[in-house]
């Protein structure tokens, strides 16, 4: 079973307006990552917030984490069409150091 | 290019058939990973890899896989009698491993198709 969920599962916007994705998980965790995948290509890491860390950011991007709630989001401000892909949360397990579990997915298409 | 790299990028067998893909990490890399991949679904993990020490496999896995990284560089996974199911995006990571996590490098991907 998966470890992590994305929220929503696919996200319309305009050029421009920001975007927020979420992500809920189960169990205790080391970090957790965000990557992004364009259709048809492979997976791009874009940042890891570590479980001591409540947020990141990287350029656009801001990632939060509150691990109480067991939840993170991830925040891309102004949007741009080249944004449009799916991202996945990626989960960092506790008791294994590097190895992560991936949730579904948010497809995010930006509008022009 | 030293990125990770996967060959073929595309394989079509028939059921029943034996099918091996390979990936090669980036060079200093000590950890490489294998997932599988369907649409619309996030990558799932298979199995990976320190040096050439296999840590884990999925339990979802099923025994008509297996995975080897002889010499702790490039990685081998295998996948006998092949089944419809068995058709998805193989995907191949590597990283240097980190008490903390570590970004994943990813591979374009092996797409098998079983027919």
């Known amino acids: 079973s998966q470890q992590g969920e994305e929220d929503p599962q696919a996200l319309s916007i305009q050029e421009g307006e920001n975007a927020t994705m979420n992500c809920s998980y189960k169990?205790?965790?080391?970090?957790l990552q965000w990557y992004r995948q364009n259709s048809g290509r492979g997976l791009v890491h874009l940042i890891l917030?570590?479980?001591?860390?409540r947020e990141k950011h990287s350029g656009r991007l801001r990632v939060t984490l509150d691990t109480s709630k067991k939840s993170s989001s991830l925040l891309i401000t102004a949007s741009r069409a080249a944004d449009t892909a799916s991202y996945f949360c990626a989960t960092g397990i506790k008791t294994s150091y590097d190895k992560v579990i991936f949730g579904p997915g948010t497809s995010l298409s930006v509008i022009p | 290019d030293t990125g990770v790299s996967q060959n073929p990028r595309h394989k079509i067998t028939k059921r029943g058939q034996n099918v091996t893909f390979r990936c090669d990490p980036i060079?200093?890399?000590?950890?490489l990973y294998w997932y599988r991949q369907t649409l619309g679904q996030g990558p799932e993990f298979l199995t990976y890899?320190?040096?050439?020490?296999?840590?884990?496999k999925s339990r979802l896995l099923s025994d008509r896989f297996s995975a080897e990284r002889p010499k702790g560089s490039f990685s081998t996974l295998e996948i006998q009698r092949t089944e419809q199911g068995d058709s998805a995006m193989y995907l191949c990571?590597?990283?240097?491993?980190?008490?903390?996590?570590?970004?994943?490098?990813f591979g374009p991907g092996t797409r098998l198709t079983v027919l």
């Open positions: 890899f320190q040096n050439e020490a296999q840590l884990e």
């Open positions: 990571a590597s990283s240097l491993s980190s008490l903390q996590g570590s970004e994943q490098f």
């Open positions: 917030i570590r479980s001591n860390e």
């Open positions: 169990t205790s965790i080391n970090n």
């Open positions: 060079s200093e890399h000590n950890r």
